[in-house]
């Protein structure tokens, strides 16, 4: 894993100050099409109909689509948003879940990898309290998206390579059954 800058109160202030308007920022064609290819991901790898954790579900654009999936975000003002849509959302560190083991079949994260320091832990913590899998999504570090960050001064971005996420995904027991690459995106979905 190479991250670049990893400063987790850039964060959090950055999605605390655009809660409210998050939503309607992401409507572009990018963000459009990136949005539709995760979930078509998910159905392809996922039950949509067992018991599914979203770690970092911001707004909920994924959790509205998933009636069964409860969503955990670090970010207060994203989770207020996401509850205005009654979405079972609720505050939680993707380090630090605060479930049982085995509480969801499945368990996933998009848009998130990116900002978390400790990686290994996140992963570490969703096979945790997965029973069967989980899937999730990472910046490629050998990307056009990844100098663009870099020169744009990216300072809540890390970008990984695939060789490492997938080295880290074997310490975990997992074993990787699907992965799709989009533009600057790796999406991986594995199975305990």
Known sequence: MIPLINKVDSVNEYYSKYAKTYDSSRTTPHFSKLNKLQYLFLKENIDLNKRILEVGCGTGEFLKRIPTAVGIDFSEEMVKVAKSKNLN????????????DNSFDYSFSFKVFAHVPNCQLMLSEMVRVSKIGIVFDF??????????????????IRHDDFNSVKSLLGDLKITVVDEKKHKGYFMVAGLK
């Open 139 to 156: 910046y490629n570090f050998f990307s056009l998206k990844a100098l663009k960050d870099y020169f744009n001064g990216g300072d809540y």
């Open 89 to 100: 959302a609720s505050l939680g560190d993707a380090t630090r879940l605060d479930f049982k």
